[in-house]
């Protein structure tokens, strides 16, 4: 199946969930005719949201880290790697090869069909990461347990997930799971979704800053938001420690409209907005300069609406505050287009 044909079947099965349709063949009609009217991008990976990447993380690609290990490929996500470390990546396909093996007396299973991985018979596994938060007593914050998730590559590819993300691709392939760690269940029908929030802001001496935060809240809630920004490729950043490192392969386009897109090299398009964002002059100005900008994002909600709504700046004090939390998001990213 071709990549578009992937992208119009996932945008069909996500249509069907959010509206109650229950024929697959008329969700896959009503897709077609949003991309012939331009709501979705061809060149969108095969699971991404329709404009945006802030609902569902794309897979890994080839530029991710794949070790050969006696014959086996192993698939992390940067995000796994931005987690882990490369040390503990390597100790995860170690265990991967000796909990492999046919007569391995702890089998590893792969999480999205519960059958054995046997890497004497895989060519490819991947490896991933589930974030799961567990209250303890006594703290006032929950703490955050890393998991190890293998999948077979037929089953499904790697990515940071959320506990409930996980839980919800085993339901949807009717695994057994609680499902008291299932998401709440969505009521989209006939409710206006509320449009993303966008700041732009000029200090002195740095690149332009871009802060980009959805309207909506995530599904799977700060986790889930968490997880798919690091499956995206997109590393924590806390303003309070440390200044915003480039990332080569994120760039944001622009055009004499304004800017039209967030990509990354060999992703694609990571967000569009319906129309092209019109930064002010002086930030255009600052960008064409440097050439650069750092992009942020965070949750909904990290910044009170009513700041938005208001026209004030997004508060240093807010992002801060985030930031502690590992729910900030940021790097500097080339600018291209402007001349």
């Known amino acids: 199946?071709?990549?578009?044909?992937?992208?119009?079947?996932?945008?069909?099965?996500?249509?069907?969930?959010?509206?109650?349709?229950?024929?697959?063949?008329?969700?896959?009609?009503?897709?077609?005719?949003?991309?012939?009217?331009?709501?979705?991008?061809?060149?969108?990976?095969?699971?991404?949201?329709?404009?945006?990447?802030?609902?569902?993380?794309?897979?890994?690609?080839?530029?991710?880290?794949?070790?050969?290990?006696?014959?086996?490929?192993?698939?992390?996500?940067?995000?796994?790697?931005?987690?882990?470390?490369?040390?503990?990546?390597?100790?995860?396909?170690?265990?991967?090869?000796?909990?492999g093996q046919p007569d391995a007396p702890n089998p590893i299973t792969c999480h999205l069909c519960d059958k054995p991985v046997d890497v004497t018979r895989e060519e490819v596994v991947h490896i991933g990461i589930a974030l799961r938060e567990v209250q303890r007593p006594g703290e006032s914050k929950p703490t955050e347990l890393q998991f190890p998730v293998w999948t077979h590559d037929a089953c499904g590819h790697t990515r940071v997930w959320s506990w409930s993300q996980l839980t919800l691709a085993r339901r949807r392939r009717n695994l057994p799971v609680s499902t008291a760690d299932l998401p709440p269940k969505q009521h989209r029908r006939g409710r206006t979704p509320i449009e993303d929030y966008y700041v732009f802001s000029t200090p002195e001496d740095s690149p332009p800053v871009f802060y980009l935060q959805p309207g909506d809240e995530h599904r799977h809630g700060p986790l889930g938001f968490r997880a798919d920004r690091l499956s995206d490729g997109l590393p924590?950043?806390?303003?309070?420690?440390?200044?915003?490192?480039?990332?080569?392969?994120?760039?944001?386009?622009?055009?004499?409209?304004?800017?039209?897109?967030?990509?990354?090299?060999?992703?694609?398009?990571?967000?569009?907005?319906?129309t092209p964002w019109a930064p002010p002059p002086e930030w255009l100005a600052a960008a064409h300069y440097h050439g650069t900008s750092i992009f942020l994002t965070a949750p909904a909600g990290s910044v009170p609406s009513a700041k938005f709504d208001a026209g004030a700046s997004s508060n240093l004090v807010d992002l801060l505050a985030v930031g502690r939390n590992d729910l900030l998001f940021g790097a500097v990213m080339a600018v291209t287009g402007l001349v």
């Not at 578009?4 to 996500?14: E, H, I, M, V």
């Not at 931005?82 to 991967?96: A, F, N, R, S, T």
């Open 1 to 99: 199946m071709g990549d578009k044909n992937r992208a119009l079947k996932a945008a069909a099965r996500r249509y069907m969930e959010e509206s109650g349709e229950t024929s697959l063949q008329a969700a896959m009609r009503h897709v077609r005719r949003e991309y012939e009217h331009g709501q979705h991008s061809d060149d969108a990976a095969p699971d991404d949201q329709e404009r945006m990447g802030f609902d569902e993380a794309p897979y890994a690609d080839e530029h991710e880290y794949r070790p050969r290990v006696t014959g086996t490929a192993y698939f992390t996500a940067w995000g796994v790697q931005e987690l882990l470390g490369l040390d503990q990546v390597q100790q995860l396909v170690q265990h991967c090869e000796k909990d």
């Open 236 to 274: 924590t950043l806390d303003l309070s420690r440390k200044a915003p490192r480039r990332l080569e392969e994120w760039s944001i386009a622009a055009d004499r409209t304004g800017l039209l897109y967030i990509a990354r090299q060999s992703a694609g398009r990571w967000y569009q907005p319906p």
